[in-house]
C-alpha cells in the first residue's frame, strides 16, 4: 500500500470506529477529505494487513456487508462477534450501528468552514 497522506488519513479514521460500529467506504472517503474516493478507501482497506486497523468495521453502502480480501464470511463474523446482526449480506438496524463522528470530532482536513461575510 502506497504510504500517502490519503492513506494514513484513512487508517487513523478507521482506527476510530467504534467496536460494534461501522462506516461506509463512503462515509470514510468523506471523512479523509476526499467524498469521492470510496473506491480508493476500498483499495486501501483491501490492501491492509494491519492488525491494528479494524476493516471489517468498514462496509458498503446501505449496510451491505462488502467484500473483506474474498472472505466475507469471515467479515460476516467479525462484525457478529461485535453484536451486530448480519442477516446474508445486510447489517440489521443499519441507521443505529452507523458511526458517523460528531462535526467537531472529525479530522481538521474535513472541517468546513464558512468564507468570511
Not at 6 to 32: C, E, K, N, Q, W
Not at 57 to 79: D, H, P, Q
Not at 89 to 100: F, G, P
Amino acid at each position: 500500500m502506497p504510504d500517502t497522506a490519503f492513506s494514513a488519513r484513512v487508517l487513523s479514521i478507521v482506527r476510530r470506529i467504534p467496536v460494534g460500529r461501522v462506516a461506509t467506504y463512503g462515509d470514510v472517503a468523506h471523512m479523509a477529505g476526499r467524498p469521492r474516493a470510496a473506491r480508493a478507501v476500498g483499495n486501501i482497506m483491501r490492501t491492509c494487513h494491519r492488525h491494528d486497523v479494524p476493516c471489517h468495521r468498514v462496509v458498503a453502502a446501505g449496510g451491505l456487508v462488502g467484500g473483506y480480501g474474498g472472505n466475507e464470511g469471515l467479515k460476516r463474523s467479525l462484525l457478529r462477534a461485535e453484536g451486530l446482526t448480519v442477516a446474508g449480506r445486510r447489517i440489521r438496524q443499519w441507521t443505529a450501528v452507523r458511526w458517523q463522528p460528531s462535526p467537531s470530532r472529525r479530522p481538521a482536513a474535513t472541517q468546513r468552514t464558512r468564507p468570511p461575510v
